[in-house]
């Protein structure tokens, strides 16, 4: 029986009793404030407010930040169109993760919950004062309704991450029940927890489909105010939002108007800001951040600078070669090109030594594989022993490395000895294969400023006789060709958590391979990572989720995947001295959510 069907069902007095006599469990679970992946809660019931916020923060003002490029969608939930920033603020989930755990939740939309032992179950308990910003009320219909919605016709992700859900049922207006396919999913339970709750009074009228700029309906701390379609769009916090004293919200959403205007790069935002018309920024270029942050309005104070430390996973940013692509299906190949790659050199000349090397892709985290195997790391590997790379048992991987000088020699004779062993061959300065053909590929760029970055690159790889372009792209083509993975190669950040689990599926596994806009951008389909990524979602406890992790680590990181990057573990920020902030910083988040605007003085 479909969803569809079932929902049908439901509403008959029949459903009614079959829920009575068998859905519910003959003993009452005690009902919960919040849930722990893994380990217990910091936070006890009844807390007031999180330890990162000042609960008496005073309300009002206006921020402005900026973003690039531009938009022509409200609707972020569906691969068509370019969506606004900050479509987040619109909405309520069922849960809150806080900024100082690991992977915690706490009720939001939910007033408790009731989580099976084994986790095959939960049970939300909704708050009956729970509203949509139209004054609606929410409630389990609207959760029923939401994950259907987004399963069947939202972005991909949405698919591979409740894939393990085998039915949604509502027992009473209040009180809406998700039941798994089985317990070993164990991080489902706090995952359907986070996804935004939609209106079904809203959407079921209109084409989910298609983007547009109609304003949506939400449940959260503020309103689409007003847009200049593709140039701003300005928020305002609904001054009748039905959440705004609960434990987890007390303290944050303080500015009464945010607006984010957009600028075509990086470059103009940075002169727009220091001329101020606009408020906040962070910064992503190490150039810019080393020779850009300087002048009056640095000197007299007006602006402040400060590199905030966090404990975040940094995860994989690198040259991702798609490998549905003849050329990048070969994993030798796809090793020598890392060769070409100068990180040493380009960090001192062009980064300004600001970055750090990433070798593992959940780098900056106790996840990665730094290491070689454990012995228990091992009885998690050695069922996959013949399907992955033999070094993944002998070596510690580590990204190719150079003395930063310049001189790629002995690094391009290695790729090339590795690319010799792929088939190809080195002949009047071209790089051929068994057919006399040229290796050559594309570069896919969208941000001018990466373009100094590529190059240093191209030249190596043209010195192995390798054709290489770069191409520059608008934002909106960008975002069509990486949906489409119509690309050879792209720079692309995997984000991950401190808590890895179904998004996995979509980064690295078989079924997103072949699924548009999903994340798996480099079309792996791998049996071992398929194994693997189950292990990562079944991992019963925290050391055996890091362990799992840092065995999927391995096997990825030896199947040279990608050419890895670098990343830096602290945020970058500039901003007006409008603002003061709470004396505890969240480990895990930048936390501006909890900022607020100093007040005027004589006011």
């Known amino acids: 029986m479909n969803l569809k069907q079932f929902a049908k069902?439901?509403?008959?007095?029949?459903?009614?009793?079959?829920?009575?006599?068998?859905?519910?469990?003959?003993?009452?679970?005690?009902?919960?404030?919040?849930?722990?992946?893994?380990?217990?809660l910091k936070y006890p019931a009844g807390f007031n407010h999180f330890d990162y916020v000042n609960p008496d923060a005073p309300k009002g003002g206006t921020v402005v930040q900026s973003s690039l490029g531009t938009y022509d969608s409200f609707n972020g939930f569906i691969v068509k169109g370019t969506q606004?920033?900050?479509?987040?603020?619109?909405?309520?989930?069922?849960?809150?993760?806080?900024?100082?755990?690991?992977?915690?939740?706490?009720?939001?939309?939910?007033?408790?919950?009731?989580?099976?032992?084994?986790?095959?179950?939960?049970?939300?308990?909704?708050?009956?004062?729970?509203?949509?910003?139209?004054?609606?009320?929410?409630r389990a219909d609207d959760?029923?309704?939401?994950?259907k919605l987004l399963r069947e016709e939202g972005q991909p992700y949405f698919q591979a991450a409740y894939s393990d859900i085998a039915d949604i049922i509502a027992i009473d207006d209040l009180t809406v029940r998700f039941n798994f396919k089985n317990g070993d999913n164990k991080e489902l339970a706090l995952t359907v927890g986070s996804i935004p709750i939609l209106p079904k009074h809203y959407w079921e009228k209109r084409d989910f489909q298609k983007p547009g700029l109609d304003i949506p309906v939400g449940s959260g701390p503020y309103l689409l105010d007003s847009f200049d379609a593709g140039r701003s769009v300005t928020f305002r916090r609904n001054p009748d939002?039905?959440?705004?004293?609960?434990?987890?919200?007390?303290?944050r959403h303080n500015f009464d108007v945010m607006r984010f205007d957009y600028y075509k790069d990086g470059t103009v935002a940075l002169e727009a800001f220091k001329g101020g018309e606009y408020d906040f920024r962070q910064e992503n270029s190490s150039k810019r951040w080393a020779t850009g942050y300087n002048g009056a309005v640095f000197d007299d104070g007006k602006i402040i600078t400060a590199e905030l430390h966090h404990e975040n996973p940094t995860g994989m940013q690198a040259f991702v070669l798609n490998n549905r692509k003849p050329y990048f299906s070969d994993p030798k190949v796809r090793q020598a090109l890392a060769y070409a790659f100068d990180f040493e050199w380009t960090n001192k000349n062009i980064f300004y030594n600001a970055y750090t090397r990433t070798h593992s892709y959940f780098s900056n985290s106790e996840m990665a594989a730094t290491e070689l195997p454990s012995d228990k790391e091992l009885e998690i590997l050695n069922p996959i022993r013949d399907k992955v790379p033999a070094e993944v048992f002998t070596q510690v991987y580590q990204a190719p490395s150079t003395n930063g000088?310049?001189?790629?020699?002995?690094?391009?004779?290695?790729?090339?000895?590795?690319?010799?062993?792929?088939?190809?061959?080195?002949?009047?300065?071209?790089?051929?294969?068994?057919?006399?053909?040229?290796?050559?590929?594309?570069?896919?760029?969208?941000?001018?400023?990466?373009?100094?970055v590529v190059t240093r690159f191209r030249q190596n790889l043209e010195q192995m006789g390798i054709i290489t372009t770069i191409r520059l792209v608008d934002v909106s083509q960008y975002i069509n060709r990486i949906r489409g993975f119509d690309f050879d190669i792209v720079v692309f950040s995997f984000d991950q958590?401190?808590?890895?689990?179904?998004?996995?599926?979509?980064?690295?596994?078989?079924?997103?391979?072949?699924?548009?806009?999903?994340?798996?951008?480099?079309?792996?389909?791998?049996?071992?990572?398929?194994?693997?990524?189950?292990?990562?979602?079944?991992?019963?406890?925290?050391?055996?989720?890091?362990?799992?992790?840092?065995?999927l680590d391995r096997v990825l990181q030896w199947n040279h995947y990608v050419i890895p990057q670098y990343h830096i573990s602290s945020y970058r920020v500039a901003y007006w001295d409008k603002f003061e902030f709470p004396e505890i910083r969240p480990k895990y988040a930048l936390g501006f959510d909890t900022w607020w605007q100093k007040p005027v003085q004589g006011q």
């Open 9 to 40: 069902h439901c509403r008959t007095t029949t459903a009614a009793l079959l829920l009575s006599s068998t859905l519910i469990t003959p003993m009452a679970l005690a009902e919960q404030h919040g849930i722990a992946m893994h380990g217990d």
């Open 84 to 138: 606004a920033d900050s479509l987040g603020l619109l909405y309520d989930s069922l849960m809150l993760s806080s900024q100082d755990e690991a992977f915690s939740m706490y009720g939001l939309i939910a007033r408790s919950i009731e989580v099976a032992d084994d986790r095959s179950w939960i049970t939300f308990n909704l708050r009956p004062e729970a509203r949509f910003s139209d004054g609606e009320p929410l």
């Open 143 to 147: 959760v029923i309704y939401t994950f």
């Open 241 to 251: 939002y039905w959440a705004a004293d609960l434990p987890v919200n007390r303290g």
């Open 405 to 452: 000088d310049g001189n790629t020699r002995r690094q391009l004779r290695q790729a090339l000895r590795l690319l010799k062993q792929a088939g190809w061959t080195l002949k009047n300065s071209k790089l051929l294969n068994s057919e006399g053909q040229q290796m050559k590929f594309e570069i896919l760029l969208f941000s001018p400023a990466f373009e100094r």
């Open 497 to 551: 958590s401190l808590s890895p689990g179904n998004e996995q599926r979509n980064f690295w596994g078989s079924a997103a391979a072949d699924q548009n806009s999903s994340r798996n951008l480099i079309g792996i389909k791998n049996e071992a990572i398929d194994y693997l990524i189950e292990q990562v979602i079944q991992a019963p406890d925290r050391e055996q989720l890091v362990l799992r992790t840092r065995a």
